[in-house]
Nanobody, 120 residues
Framework: QVQLVESGGGLVQPGGSLRLSCAAS????????MGWYRQAPGKERELVAGISRGGSTNYADSVKGRFTISRDNPKNTVALQMNSLKPEDTAVYYC??????????????WGQGTQVTVSS
């Protein structure tokens, strides 16, 4: 029903920047809350940044001031600008889309992930 495709991952040096992008299929993108999650080997997947359908944002404490999430509804994309990258940011980053239903159920979709490696 919904496909999410991430791009922009790669290898970057500490202190560098990277911009991730998530492209969503369909024409109902604006009705979804969007988020970026990451998962490092041996660790649980964690929320990095989220942006609601109304445009409000939230960030993990570890990335506040360094990462910025944004969305472009006409283009069906959500981006994560990552600055001042640290080795501990190394992980697979996943795009997430969720749409809540009236009675509390949700539709949730995930991209396949893109690798971000921060290393000298």
């Amino acid at each position: 029903q919904v496909q999410l495709v991430e791009s922009g991952g790669g290898l970057v040096q500490p202190g560098g920047s990277l911009r991730l992008s998530c492209a969503a299929s369909g024409t109902i993108f604006s009705s979804f809350d969007m988020g970026w999650y990451r998962q490092a080997p041996g660790k649980e997947r964690e929320l990095v940044a989220g942006i609601s359908r109304g445009g409000s944002t939230n960030y993990a404490d570890s990335v506040k001031g360094r990462f910025t999430i944004s969305r472009d509804n006409p283009k069906n994309t959500v981006a994560l600008q990552m600055n001042s990258l640290k080795p501990e940011d190394t992980a697979v980053y996943y795009c997430n889309a969720v749409r809540s239903h009236f009675l509390g159920s949700k539709d949730e979709y995930w991209g396949q992930g893109t690798q971000v490696t921060v290393s000298s």
